[in-house]
């Protein structure tokens, strides 16, 4: 189906890369609609951290700089429901070990000196930041623009709606295939036709291209966050220097922990981050295979972020929240089209690095659909998966 030589174009989920999706298919003339089956943001788009982070990885790198540009485009079209700040906040990634920090330092000054990394030994990260325990080395980096966890992925909704998509929220929807082709859309029991199908929704989008449960090159994995609130809190976001939160093509989800509480974590499955934001800071974060008890979790959350800022163990505690992060087995996103099915899309993996390059694939996504750009780049290709079993054998 076309409208004015344009696809008609389904979209599933309402996450930043969704969202954003069908806005720039909306701004191209296609005829859009967007199926969630919760909420707009409901999952890591809308209860992440509140953080526009550099990704680091060279390939990310561009999907990053240009999110950033729509956003500030985005900030300046609707600023009374989307506000970045005009600069970076600056990240002091911090650690016990000081030689830890330095390896980092040095090594950020040899691939990225355009983010100014400067080690800071014990004693001068506190001068710098005083609440930060003495003890603590530090590198800061200019980069991190706080931002409310929701603000993009509604402001992106709103962006694309105004442009002519059509949002059906409360309606999961699900690819429909005919005869062994893609036909469209399957919403609430009813059959309903599309010329393109793009799967965005996160770690459920595997299930949706194909539901033997063969083919999953997406893991969740669990962040738990907590608000709190301090007095004159940090004014740089504080994370954990020391810490590797690729999980490589090991990971495998995990339905039960017992307790579910997370005692006995693996090293790497509690980290340490601090996103000041006005009167209350994002403290986190975990990386599980599992979905955790989010309320159970902030025992430890706070625990281990007062070994690095101790005014956090007596600080407000605030409400906490957990998501899944859509972590691919290489660390990046699928863009482009499922292999072997002419039609589907999938956009998603992005990991924790969701609104901070989702705006940017997804406009490569919404190029693709339309023709404009003949293939995504190689390290984004889903093609770079076995193509999902329910292909193979039709």
Not at 259 to 271: I, K
Not at 362 to 373: E, I, K, N, P, Y
């Amino acid at each position: 189906m076309t409208t004015g030589g344009h696809p008609d174009v389904a979209v599933i989920g309402a996450g930043i890369v969704g969202v954003s999706i069908a806005a720039h298919l909306a701004a191209a003339g296609a005829r859009v609609t967007v199926h969630e089956g919760t909420s707009i943001g409901a999952g890591a788009s809308g209860r992440n951290s509140g953080i526009v982070q550099h990704p680091f990885d060279p390939d990310l790198v561009p999907f990053h700089l240009e999110t950033l540009e729509l956003y500030r485009r985005l900030a300046l079209e609707r600023p009374e429901s989307f506000v970045l700040p005009t600069e970076p906040s600056g990240l002091l990634a911090v650690a016990h070990d000081t030689e830890v920090v330095r390896r980092l330092a040095t090594g950020l000054a040899a691939s990225h000196p355009q983010l100014e990394p400067r080690f800071l030994a014990p004693g001068e990260a506190t001068r710098l930041e005083p609440l930060v325990d003495p003890s603590i080395a530090a590198c800061r980096i200019a980069i991190g623009y706080p931002v409310a966890p929701a603000a993009a992925t509604v402001a992106c909704a709103a962006e694309a709606g105004a442009l002519g998509a059509v949002f059906e929220v409360g309606m999961p929807a699900r690819p429909w295939f005919r005869g062994g082709r893609l036909a469209g859309v399957t919403v609430a029991g009813r059959e309903r036709p599309a010329g393109a199908v793009v799967v965005a929704a996160g770690p459920s989008s595997p299930a949706l291209v194909d539901s033997s449960g063969a083919w999953r090159p997406i893991r969740p994995v669990w962040g738990a966050v907590v608000d709190i609130a301090i007095a004159d809190p940090p004014r740089h976001v504080l994370e954990q220097a020391d810490l590797d939160i690729e999980p490589g093509g090991t990971l495998e989800v995990e339905t039960e922990r017992t307790p579910r509480t997370g005692e006995g974590l693996a090293p790497g499955e509690l980290a340490f981050s601090l996103v000041p934001a006005g009167a209350t800071s994002a403290l986190g974060s975990t990386f599980l295979p599992f979905e955790p008890d989010p309320g159970a979790m902030v025992p430890l959350l706070v625990d281990h972020g007062s070994r690095f800022v101790p005014a956090i163990a007596s600080a407000r505690i605030g409400a906490s929240r957990a998501c899944a992060r859509p972590q691919s087995f290489d660390g990046r996103p699928l863009l482009g089209r499922v292999p072997g099915i002419d039609g589907l899309w999938i956009a998603a993996g992005h990991g924790p690095w969701g609104i901070s390059t989702g705006p940017a694939g997804g406009r490569l996504v919404a190029d693709l659909v339309l023709g404009r750009v003949a293939a995504p780049p190689p390290g984004f290709d889903p093609a770079r998966f076995s193509p999902p079993l329910s292909v193979r054998v039709r």
